[in-house]
């Protein structure tokens, strides 16, 4: 498949659970770059805080699509959709296999399960709740953003099976994206099940920039996944530098890949594929 404008390769930037500091240094940052990216919003907190951090108001994400980024649907609480442990165990394996820092990975892991000892981890969602949190939380967003569509969707803590995947393209979403660590290949791409490389504390702008390298290497298309932002030397060390962003933008602008929103990058790959569009057909 060819990339858009004979692009080499597509580079997608997200930005999940709407944490109000990162969104103000990226949006003024990307501006500049005229680069377009996604934000994934969890409903039930916008305007409130989440983990302790502030999240954006509905004032904020109407900016937001004003400047032509993308508001996608991070479910409504953030709670982590129940799968099978072999599902997990399957989604840990194969994220060391493509990681590039394995060590790395495997602390984050050893970091997790910690928290979920000391309970700081999300709730898990009953199977009965999934459905209204995808859904739902693309109604909210659609009516406080009116006549903004939704198209785009992330899974809580990227946790998804075969029913949230149903469930998701039930809703009327064109697209959805996971944490399984990897690139989107054009000949096999599941547009319901996103792969994506994810900045982790110990990710480094060399790192970065080798994710880039292996998209134009292969014709795939790169989701590169943020939470925290920061520019500020004594913020929490979970957060990604801004001069970090900055640096690893110039080299991906260097070089010849279209950057768009998962809606367009995913809306083209339809086109080109002819699955059509959900958004459309409804």
């Not at 030397?233 to 962003?245: G, S, Y």
Request: positive net charge.
């Amino acid at each position: 498949m060819q990339w858009k404008d004979g692009a080499k390769a597509t580079l997608t930037l997200c930005f999940d659970d709407g944490f109000k500091r990162a969104y103000e240094l990226t949006r003024d940052l990307l501006s500049k770059y005229g680069i377009h990216a996604t934000y994934f919003v969890p409903t039930a907190y916008v305007g409130k805080k989440f983990h302790s951090f502030s999240v954006v108001s509905w004032r904020d994400l109407r900016q937001c699509i004003d400047a032509r980024m993308e508001v996608g649907s991070h479910s409504m609480t953030h709670c982590e959709y129940t799968t099978s442990v072999a599902n997990k165990i399957c989604r840990v394996l194969s994220n060391l296999r493509a990681e590039e820092s394995k060590l790395g990975y495997v602390k984050y892991i050893v970091s997790q399960l910690g928290k979920m000892t000391m309970g700081g981890v999300d709730l898990k969602c009953p199977d009965h709740q999934v459905e209204s949190e995808i859904t739902l939380s693309k109604q909210i967003i659609e009516s406080e953003l009116s006549p903004y569509r939704v198209s785009s969707f992330a899974y809580p803590k990227g946790s998804f099976n075969d029913k949230s995947k149903r469930l998701v393209m039930k809703a009327g979403y064109s697209s959805a994206r996971t944490t399984l660590v990897g690139l989107n290949n054009p000949g096999t791409i599941d547009l319901y099940a996103l792969k994506c490389n994810v900045w982790r504390h110990y990710t480094t702008l060399s790192a970065m920039n080798k994710w880039v390298d292996r998209a134009l290497d292969s014709g795939s298309w790169l989701i590169e996944l943020f939470h925290l932002v920061t520019d500020a030397p004594d913020c929490t060390p979970e957060a990604c530098a801004l001069d970090q962003i900055r640096a690893h933008l110039d080299y991906a602008t260097d070089n010849s890949m279209w950057i768009d929103t998962q809606h367009n990058v995913a809306s083209y790959v339809r086109q080109v594929t002819g699955q059509g569009d959900p958004l459309t057909r409804k």
